[in-house]
C-alpha cells in the first residue's frame, strides 16, 4: 500500500468515526502525495457534499472524473449534486454518461457469480449490523454494491447504517442515488420520507410516500407514514 492509500484508509476511518476536519487533511495529505489519485478527490467531494459546500464538492468531483472517465460513484454523486442545486441539464448529462459506463461494465462478467458473492457479503453485513459492529457492516454492503452495482438492498443498508452512525447528510445522499437510479424502489423512497420527516420536511416526506403509492395504493408503509405525517400537519395547523 503507497503512503496515498495509506492517507486515504485513514481518512475514511475517520469519516466513519465523524471527525471530519481530521479526514479532510489525510484526503488532501493522500492528493499531495499522488495528484492523480481520483478516488482520493472522490472522497473528498462526498465529504464536502456532507457538510453542505457545494462548490468544493463540485470541483472534487469534477477532478475525480477528469482522472477517471470511469468513476461511476463520483458521477452519480454529481449528478445527485446538480440535481439539488436545480442545474437539471448538467445533472442529466452526467448521470447519463455514468449509466453507460455502468452498462459497458458489465459486459464479459458472469452477473450470476457477482450476485451471489454479493449476497453473501449483505449477509455478513447484516451480521455485523446485529450486534452494532457497523463499521464492518458498512464495509460489507460497499462490497457487494461493488460487486452488483444493481442491489438496492444492499445500496438501502449503506444508508441506514450512515443514519445510525449520526450521518444523516452521507445517509440522504445515499437514498438519493438509489432514487436517481431505481426510482421505482418503494423501500428506498419510505425511509428517504422518513429521514426528511426527523428533519422537519414533512410537505417533502409526504411528497415521497405519496409517489409510492401513486405505483402501489396498497402499501401499507407507505400508507401508514403518511397518515402520521398527515394528522402531525393537522394538529400543527
Not at 465523524?18 to 488532501?28: D, G, I, Q, T, V
Not at 409517489?211 to 397518515?227: F, G, P, W
Request: with cysteine.
Amino acid at each position: 500500500m503507497s503512503r496515498a492509500e495509506e492517507y486515504l484508509k485513514l481518512g475514511r476511518e475517520r469519516v466513519n468515526q465523524n471527525k471530519f476536519e481530521e479526514a479532510e487533511r489525510y484526503f488532501l495529505q493522500a492528493i499531495k502525495e499522488n495528484n492523480e489519485l481520483s478516488q482520493a478527490f472522490a472522497e473528498l467531494g462526498t465529504l464536502y457534499y456532507d457538510q453542505g459546500k457545494f462548490n468544493r464538492s463540485i470541483s472534487a468531483f469534477q477532478k475525480a472524473l477528469q482522472l477517471d472517465p470511469h468513476h461511476t460513484d463520483a458521477a452519480i454523486s454529481l449528478s445527485i449534486l446538480y440535481n439539488d442545486l436545480g442545474r437539471y441539464q448538467d445533472a442529466e448529462k452526467v448521470f447519463t454518461k455514468a449509466r453507460e459506463i455502468i452498462n459497458r461494465r458489465k459486459d464479459g462478467r458472469d452477473p450470476y457469480i457477482d450476485q451471489k458473492i454479493s449476497e453473501k457479503h449483505i449477509e455478513l453485513g447484516d451480521f455485523y449490523a446485529k450486534y452494532r459492529r457497523y463499521d464492518e457492516a458498512l464495509e460489507e454492503y460497499c462490497k457487494a454494491v461493488n460487486l452488483n452495482d444493481d442491489s438496492c438492498e444492499a445500496k438501502l443498508k449503506i444508508a441506514k447504517i450512515c443514519e445510525v452512525k449520526g450521518q444523516k447528510q452521507r445517509a440522504m445522499r445515499e437514498l438519493k442515488k438509489i432514487k436517481s437510479t431505481n426510482p421505482a424502489y418503494a423501500p428506498a423512497l419510505i425511509q428517504l420520507g422518513l429521514l426528511l420527516y426527523s428533519q422537519g420536511r414533512v410537505l417533502d416526506a409526504i411528497r415521497e410516500w405519496e409517489v409510492v403509492l401513486n405505483r402501489d395504493s396498497q402499501n401499507q408503509e407507505a400508507q401508514m407514514y403518511l397518515k402520521m405525517a398527515q394528522a402531525a400537519t393537522t394538529t400543527t395547523l
